[in-house]
């Protein structure tokens, strides 16, 4: 994929109008959790990082969301959203099981763990979870596919695009406080707003948006 | 951030927060448990707020209750969508039935002035023909109220909140000019405004509650786009930034991280108090008069929860009704792709309106239905993407480089009541050892009708605005009301006309439980306008010795 909004990185923005101080404790904290299971064991972390890469991938050279993480503090604050399907278990529940239960499927099918499948294997289980296609044991009663509805793509996903990396890579101003934006018509950007490529014109503009 | 959990409350000892102020304080009179007051209300959000400020202004003693913490704004909201989930009702709560929704950021609201502090500002009148959908049109129920007594309080709510709206409204019988001008159109809003020029339906700048101008202590929105994540700079017009400061300087108590688990009743069956959850321990706070104000949810909950001898079925329940009618509001939405640069995060994220809907009788389908320009930020948008479309992957990444392309409409529709759609309690409890709720949910017949007809217009509309790529959101739900409907009779309603219960002569309800309909438009401002006509209510009642 090219780079659609070339050398824009929305960190650039970290010390202008656009961040305020309460927003750089949020972000910096975010920046720092470290890439290593404070919650869950071996096994289960080697199982969430091969899924992370399955659901949100990030091949290129900027560094990675340590997504696999995100999720294991939430789990290890068991930081719930306010709901639950009643067809799942509770938060750290549903994904021990899920996480144990991709296990059981890859060796069932593969004779291998779910971590040490090859990028096609991989993915053909995880488009398997999501058409609720996986049920063994394992799952106990809960329908795979809830599992990977509400739990397993939504928490990664949502990791993944609360990433300044994810942000630099859309195009997407990123926070906004105090300073706000002006342009609102079509076709116009603040200049603290990504350019869009692909050119050197962009790319000059990109380089811009932390000195405005 | 520092878990809720582990937050002190800021409420207390004479003072209270300064929400206009970086670390400020304002006085703030207290009550000890001992006193009895003369309202203890629970929830401090669009019904609780509003209440608690107005009854305060009419000389009664009052003790509102939040759950969740009293943030100042400048200080507390990053510019963030995750971390401000801290704005939400995380805790846990089971979904079930045909049609499971989703709660939390969804619609839910834990802190002091509610969900108001999160909401999208969109500040709408109910079609006045929706407060007797029953007679007049066919579907639904009547509410006990006249629409022009509404109006009234319509026009008191939007002078309070300085609403920002067009200079002429096009739906609707007249009603005065807005206080402030409307907010600029973004690119999303003007897309959908020459959609809906093209396919022949009407449009309107949104009456938003964020001023356009400076009013107060609030400046005017710089247009961040992070309403529904709370307004870092105060120009949004919440129950936090209007109603609760009004409260307060009244002499109004506001207790902060303080969780209601029962209302208290007497052999006789009056309510003589609330017990609630505050720095670690159970405390009992005795009342003249107790105001359920928790939502649809935490409301109906906290009667269920407060059985006794003398209310076996809960409080305000002999009807059987208490939970039942739960409604939410299809938000079903369209979504396309622009040539142009739209970059949709920018202002306010629903900028235009169509009432069309909501005022054309000429349909196949029960109810009503707006249609507004949307503005999602990166983590929800790619929710859509994978709800809706089921992508993940590099399918998802590919798509979600978009994002600065993207319009979307969604739809607020009018769901219709059905006692089988309830609040019940689960045999789980919570951290505070109360049981926690159920939430079961199947669109009716008359609901599937109106999400077909909605998603056809907005792909037409979209359409003819010269969107392409075109797709379909089937699943979302926004807003709760029901489970303590108004009526006039006591076997079919659990409040009264007044919003009193009908079984517990000095228990009111006064948030979105009450509504008999949800009406085809957002319900904050329908809420704030019954708020201020309980107070009037109350106040006349006590006025003749009736209280």
């Known amino acids: ?212 | 951030m520092t878990p809720i959990e582990e937050q002190s409350p800021r409420a207390a000892e004479g003072r209270a927060p300064d929400v206009f102020r970086s670390g400020g304080w304002t006085p703030m009179r207290c009550h000890p448990d001992g006193d009895t007051v003369d309202f203890a209300i629970v929830g401090t959000g669009a019904g609780g707020g509003t209440l608690a400020a107005r009854l305060a202004e009419m000389g009664f003693s009052v003790v509102a209750f939040d759950a969740g913490p009293f943030f100042r704004p400048l200080d507390d909201f990053a510019s963030d969508e995750e971390a401000q989930s801290q704005l939400y009702w995380n805790d846990e709560r089971i979904t079930d039935g045909a049609d499971p929704i989703k709660l939390g950021g969804n619609n839910s609201g834990k802190a002091v002035g509610g969900s108001t502090v999160h909401f999208a500002m969109v500040s709408l009148r109910f079609r006045p023909e929706h407060f007797k959908s029953r007679s007049r049109l066919g579907y639904g129920a009547d509410w006990p109220v006249d629409w022009r007594e509404m109006w009234g309080y319509y026009d008191q709510v939007e002078r309070a909140l300085s609403i920002s709206g067009p200079l002429t409204y096009p739906w609707g019988p007249p009603r005065p000019r807005y206080p402030y001008r409307p907010h600029p159109m973004n690119a999303c809003a003007q897309t959908m405004a020459v959609g809906c020029d093209r396919v022949g339906i009407g449009w309107s700048p949104m009456p938003l509650a964020t001023v356009s101008a400076p009013r107060g202590k609030s400046p005017p929105c710089v247009q961040r786009g992070f309403c529904r994540f709370g307004c870092s700079t105060n120009a949004k017009q919440s129950a936090l930034t209007v109603w609760i400061p009004r409260a307060l300087a009244a002499g109004a108590e506001i207790r902060d991280l303080a969780m209601v688990g029962r209302v208290e009743t007497d052999a006789s069956g009056r309510a003589t108090g609330v017990h609630y959850h505050r720095d670690g321990a159970w405390r009992f706070q005795k009342a003249r008069h107790v105001v359920a104000a928790g939502y649809a949810i935490e409301t109906p909950r906290l009667l269920l929860n407060s059985a006794s001898p003398q209310h076996p079925g809960g409080l305000a329940n002999s009807s059987g009704l208490v939970g039942r009618n739960l409604m939410t509001q299809p938000n079903q939405g369209v979504w396309g792709w622009m040539a142009d640069e739209i970059r949709f995060n920018k202002a306010p994220p629903n900028l235009c309106v169509s009432e069309h809907w909501n005022y054309c009788d000429d349909k196949d389908f029960p109810g009503g239905y707006t249609l507004m320009s949307q503005g999602p930020l990166p983590q929800e948008w790619a929710g859509v993407q994978l709800g809706a479309r089921g992508l993940w992957g590099e399918a998802l990444r590919r798509e979600m480089v978009e994002y600065n392309h993207q319009v979307g409409i969604k739809v607020v529709g009018e769901g219709l009541p059905s006692e089988d759609n309830c609040v019940t309690l689960t045999d789980e409890v919570d951290r505070y050892g109360l049981r926690i709720p159920r939430v079961t949910y199947g669109w009716t017949p008359g609901d599937k009708a109106l999400i077909e007809h909605s998603l056809q217009q907005m792909e037409a509309v979209l359409d003819a605005a010269g969107a392409t790529r075109l797709f379909r959101q089937t699943d979302d739900t926004n807003h709760l009301n029901g489970t303590a409907r108004m009526g006039d009779d006591p076997t079919t309603s659990v409040v009264d006309p007044d919003g009193r219960t009908w079984d517990v002569p000095n228990l009111w309800v006064c948030d979105g439980s009450i509504f008999p309909t949800t009406g085809g438009v957002n319900p904050s401002l329908t809420i704030q306008a019954m708020a201020l006509r309980t107070a009037d209510r109350i106040a006349a009642k006590a006025a003749r010795g009736e209280l």
């Open chain 1, 1 to 212: 994929m090219a780079d659609r909004y070339p050398g824009y990185d929305v960190m650039a923005k970290r010390d202008t109008l656009s961040w305020d101080d309460v927003t750089r404790r949020v972000i910096d904290a975010r920046l720092a959790v470290v890439d290593e299971p404070t919650w869950l064991d071996a096994a289960a972390w080697r199982t969430l990082v091969a899924l992370c890469h399955g659901i949100m991938p990030q091949p290129g050279g900027t560094p990675r969301a340590p997504l696999a993480a995100y999720v294991d503090r939430a789990l290890a604050d068991d930081r719930r959203e306010g709901y639950r399907d009643a067809r799942l278990p509770p938060l750290r529940e549903a994904w021990t099981r899920g996480l144990a239960a991709l296990d059981t499927e890859a060796n069932a099918a593969r004779g291998t763990a779910f971590a040490d499948l090859d990028r096609a294997a991989r993915d053909g289980l995880i488009g398997a979870m999501q058409r609720g296609e996986l049920a063994s044991a394992a799952w106990g009663d809960m329908p795979s596919a809830v599992f990977f509805a509400d739990r397993a793509a939504h928490d990664i996903v949502r990791a993944y695009y609360a990433h300044p990396r994810a942000w630099s890579e859309i195009g997407y101003g990123g926070p906004a406080s105090q300073r706000g934006y002006v342009r609102l018509d079509a076709g116009k950007r603040d200049p603290w707003e990504a350019a869009e490529g692909p050119g050197d014109t962009a790319a000059r503009a990109n380089a811009r948006v932390g000195r405005v």
